[in-house]
């Protein structure tokens, strides 16, 4: 139905302003750069598919506005100082308007050339452009010269931060279920999973924390599992069912907390851990439908192919991401300089 559009534009468009609040105490992001980003990612994506086929044109807009939020923590990552300049605006315009359309629209071609069931890539939420891509295109760019900022959560302001903080889940949820098309039989467990799941990663995160002994306000282990719970759920959102789901956010809470705090990288900087956290995070969350999907899982549909697949379009998006990020660490380079 044609109101989904809006109504994920929407919710995109409220996360992504809540997501500026959330990081304005380390870099403050002009509103204008998620939603230009938001735009470009669905006006293109939406040219691509009805150019390419494979899916529809509402349905790869509807996913693609979900740039708009996406873009504020590439943006606080790749910042080197209290405010984004030339270099970050560059890089999240090529991101929205380049690897977003290419990961959402490519794969679904590709396997809308296969026989029947021959071939599966199974990303509802776009986990592929939104988790996979942006820690490829977050891992060259970090290790050189963008990315030194050390960021800190919050706004500066107790009330801001409980305010963005409570709507970001509930907005994630109703985003989730737009990209359904309409209301139906999976809306109710979209909704479900939507809220629970990144509750679930919070108790995770927050878990792994401290049996491990890291030294991190719960606060930071609360967001942080809630951002991973949403993260891991969005490939098979439409493929898994809701107890699945839910359970799956606990378990991407416990791997983003893992792959965040790990001991080879725990001392560098913020974008470099962000990005091997999100590919780690998009690899588990890939593979997750090819093990647990109602009709494509090894284990209720007794089908081995799936998981492969899955695996590949990871390793393909994240290789594609980061090869398009080396003329941005290039630019980093040179105006370091």
Excluded: K
């Amino acid at each position: 139905m044609i109101w989904t559009l809006p109504a994920a534009i929407l919710a995109a468009a409220l996360l992504a302003l809540a997501g500026t609040l959330l990081v304005r105490a380390s870099v403050r992001i002009r509103f204008w750069v998620p939603l230009g980003a938001g735009l470009l990612a669905v006006l293109v994506t939406a040219a691509l598919a009805a150019a390419l086929g494979g899916i529809s044109p509402l349905f790869g807009a509807t996913i693609a506005s979900g740039a708009a939020p996406i873009a504020v923590p590439l943006a606080a990552a790749l910042s080197r100082g209290p405010r984004t300049g030339v270099r970050e605006h560059i890089a999240v315009a090529v991101w929205a308007a380049v690897i977003v359309p290419l990961a959402i629209v490519v794969p679904a071609r590709i396997v809308a050339t296969c026989p029947p069931t021959s071939c599966v890539v199974e990303d509802f939420g776009g986990a592929l452009p939104f988790v996979v891509a942006v820690g490829g295109f977050l891992l060259v760019p970090s290790v050189g010269t963008i990315g030194l900022n050390r960021l800190r959560n919050g706004s500066g302001s107790r009330l801001i931060d409980l305010v963005a903080g409570l709507a970001v889940v509930p907005l994630f949820a109703v985003w989730l279920a737009a990209a359904e098309g309409d209301v139906d039989d999976y809306t109710n467990g979209l909704v479900i999973s939507g809220l629970a799941a990144p509750a679930l990663g919070a108790l995770g995160w927050l878990t792994v924390d401290r049996l491990r002994g890291v030294r991190a306000t719960t606060g930071r282990a609360l967001r942080m599992g809630a951002m991973a719970g949403m993260a891991v759920i969005l490939p098979g959102a439409a493929a898994m069912t809701p107890p699945w789901l839910i359970g799956l956010g606990f378990v991407g809470g416990c791997v983003g907390a893992l792959a965040h705090d790990a001991r080879a990288i725990v001392s560098a900087p913020e974008a470099l851990r962000a990005a091997v956290t999100a590919l780690t995070l998009g690899a588990v969350g890939m593979v997750a439908p090819g093990i647990l999907g109602t009709a494509i899982g090894f284990v209720f549909a007794a089908r081995t192919d799936v998981t492969g697949s899955q695996f590949v379009a990871t390793l393909a998006v994240a290789a594609g991401a980061t090869a398009l990020s080396l003329p941005v660490a290039v630019l980093g380079r040179r105006r370091g300089r």
